[in-house]
């Protein structure tokens, strides 16, 4: 990761294949986007379009590091009713299974990939969800999470106060419950039966599955009402989750053993920051990115000790215009993939 995009431009041919940064130009403006979790599909990324007319769209794309390259798959590319809010493939590693993509807009859409590449289309449509059994139409939703404890459990959260827990082996909803008392922007698991979700009503929230009737509120907004719109939990010490405030240019990382005070708060961003990564391979680093165009990487392994001035990133990439999304590879730890309008830029970190 680099101060600015002109890392490696005067390097040897080798160095130059081993770019720093890899850069996809979509024709439509990215929102969704996520990586392929299985190993033998390590250079995969799924990006999603942010259109007001309908369809929207859903491209595969793949780098090739050899060249540096990457290149859309039109046998892998799809139409899609409404722009999906999220994008992830299925955290399950056997390469011996097809490879889940889950979209979220009106439903979450489970889509089959297959890696036979004669077809001519190698998509299908495996399972479409709908929560609301009464009615073709359901609250828009927000935001998903694939369970990676459980694979077959997918967690949604949507603008009609709830969060449902689907088993997509089974096309059945297993819990639905009001989570908020306002719309719900974002779940994330924390364990097979654990997992948190924010909402408009500025509070974290945390839901054990064995028992459907409480909550425990982990971090409230100062100012009330202030919505909280992403979370992200930290998958390699689950003592630690962040969350995003509204139009706010600070992160807030928590400890959910002692609920109410964040444990930092990172606030070197210019603007608005709209993406956050644990990294997946790290209990103590963390990427964010917002509306200044940067991506930042933090080292928190000194959160919890004062710093004086607050604690600065140890690394900083500057993008062409606000970035909107940011994921941290799974499979390819040095890895970190950002959209900004309609490009899709792969950092080596």
């Keep these: 990761m680099a101060a600015s995009s002109d890392a490696n431009q005067d390097g040897s041919d080798e160095q130059q294949k081993r770019s720093e940064i890899y850069t996809f130009d979509a024709p439509w403006h990215i929102y969704a986007m996520n990586w392929s979790v299985r190993r033998d599909k390590k250079y995969r990324l799924a990006i999603a379009s942010l259109l007001e007319q309908v369809p929207n769209h859903v491209e595969i794309v793949q780098l090739d590091d050899s060249t540096g390259e990457i290149r859309a798959d039109p046998a892998l590319s799809f139409d899609h009713p409404y722009p999906p809010t999220k994008a992830a493939f299925v955290p399950d590693k056997d390469s011996s299974r097809p490879d889940l993509l ?26 479409l969800l709908n929560g609301n059994k009464n009615s073709e139409f359901c609250g828009p939703l927000t935001s998903f999470d694939w369970n990676e404890a459980e694979p077959r459990r997918i967690g949604t959260s949507s603008i009609d106060t709830t969060c449902t827990i689907w088993d997509i082996e089974r096309e059945a909803v297993d819990t639905q419950l009001i ?15 654990v997992f948190a979700s924010v909402s408009a009503d500025g509070s974290v929230r945390v839901f054990d599955l064995r028992d459907k009737e409480h909550s425990t509120i982990i971090y409230e907004s100062s100012e009330p009402d202030t919505p909280l719109v992403r979370l992200g939990w930290n998958k390699q010490d689950p003592r630690y989750m962040a969350t995003i405030i509204m139009d706010s240019a600070k992160v807030v990382v928590l400890d959910i053993r002692f609920p109410t005070l964040p444990v930092v708060e990172l606030q070197r961003h210019q ?64 890895w970190v993939a950002i959209a900004f309008s309609s490009k899709l830029q792969i950092l080596r970190v």
């Design 102 to 127: 889950a979209t979220s807009s009106d439903f979450v859409r489970v889509w089959r990939l297959s890696d036979d590449s004669s077809a001519s289309s190698r998509i299908e449509l495996r399972s």
């Design 271 to 334: 603007a608005s920051v709209n993406a956050i990564a644990w990294a997946p391979h790290s209990s103590c680093h963390i990427c964010t990115a917002g509306d200044d165009s940067q991506a930042l990487i933090w080292d928190l392994s000194s959160m919890g000790q004062p710093v004086e001035g607050g604690l600065d990133p140890i690394l900083a990439y500057t993008a062409g215009a606000e970035i909107e999304q940011l994921q941290w590879s799974s499979s390819q730890p040095d």
């Design 179 to 193: 989570a908020h008392d306002k719309e719900v922007y974002d779940i994330a698991w924390g364990g097979v039966g």
